[in-house]
């Protein structure tokens, strides 16, 4: 039978005492909804959701990378029609295609 899920919610899981019966350490898990992976650290009381934290750094290092690429890109030019209200900071991103 093949589930069609429109936002599929992935989760990985780690725990507290270094072993579960339910779950396996380190499988990545799919999910119709956020509010089964809950359930599922509600009745293991000893899961940790791992899959939050690794989007949060994610997403961290994407934004950091796109500033250091953007700052590799820019040249004084740029920055001078900036300062002089020519181009405004989006369109100067899309000017240099980031």
């Given at each position: ?9 992935i ?26 992976v ?11 959701e791992?899959?939050?934290w ?19 890109k820019?040249?004084?030019n ?21």
């Amino acid at each position: 039978m093949i589930h069609n899920i429109q936002n599929p919610y992935i989760a990985v899981f780690e725990s507290r005492n270094g072993y579960n019966n339910s779950v396996r350490l380190g499988r990545i898990y799919t999910f119709s909804c956020r509010g089964s992976v809950a359930y599922m650290c509600y009745v293991n009381t000893d899961l940790i959701e791992l899959s939050f934290w690794i989007r949060h750094f994610i997403r961290i290092a994407r934004n950091k990378i796109r500033i250091r690429i953007a700052a590799r890109k820019i040249t004084p030019n740029d920055l001078f029609e900036r300062e002089l209200g020519l181009i405004n900071m989006n369109g100067l991103l899309k000017r240099r295609g980031l």
